[in-house]
């Protein structure tokens, strides 16, 4: 990793994960393969941040450390990339395994418990798929009916223009929203060590 950390991908320790290395790749991981319109892809960091806002708009009374696991909710596809459903789901459950071991630590690192409750979980899938639906249609190329087909209506009363960002916006963005929550949460911030050049 840049902060000069290395990462078990097999037996990832929380003490190895810090949330620049998580913001740095997901801002450089593009959603839809890059397969979508404008100068930038849309970020997986990017797509975190409005995840996470739609969380509060289905349930405004959502716990900042619920919100933290929704902006988190990607966040090992820092290093694993972000495949599609179908393409996981061929995989296999190795994948699944591998992918959750590697939540489960990016969780415990940031003081959320390893396992999401269930409802959580839903509720983020369902904010997910709301943001997804956004995405579809105005930069993949989805018309508003295989949008519905596909992910559902987005919740009453949200709205979204989608306006991908660079690589180092989304990157700042994604790292302040994580401060923010995190502080909301009452988690301390742990000092990281140095981006490394070298």
């Known amino acids: 990793m840049l902060s000069g950390r290395r990462l078990d991908l097999l037996d990832p320790s929380p ?30 960091a990017q797509h975190s941040v409005v995840v996470e806002e739609i969380v509060a708009h289905i349930q405004p009374r959502t716990e900042p450390r619920w ?10 596809e820092y290093v694993i990339g972000d495949m599609i459903s179908p393409f ?25 418990p390893a396992k999401t409750p269930p409802e959580i979980k839903r509720l983020i899938k ?29 919740p009453a009363g ?16 994604y790292v302040q929203r994580f401060h923010t929550l995190s502080a909301a949460a009452g988690y301390e911030s742990t000092p990281t060590a140095a981006f490394s050049t070298e």
């Not at 933290?68 to 090992?76: E, M, Q, R, V």
């Not at 699944?96 to 969780?107: G, P, S, V, W």
């Open 158 to 173: 949200y709205s979204l223009v989608i306006e991908p960002q660079p690589p180092a916006v989304a990157q700042a963005a």
């Open 15 to 44: 003490m190895d994960i810090e949330i620049e290395d998580i913001a740095h790749g997901l801002a450089r991981v593009a959603r839809w393969n890059g397969q979508t319109l404008g100068e930038h892809g849309f970020s997986v």
């Open 88 to 112: 996981k789901a061929a995989l296999g459950m190795d994948y699944k395994t591998f992918e959750e071991r590697l939540e489960n630590a990016i969780h415990v690192r940031f003081g959320l």
């Open 67 to 76: 919100r933290l696991a929704a902006l988190l909710h990607d966040a090992s």
């Open 126 to 154: 369902t904010a997910d798929r709301a943001c997804a639906f956004f995405e579809a249609t105005q930069l993949a190329g989805f018309s508003h009916a295989e949008s519905l087909d596909f992910f559902g209506a987005p």
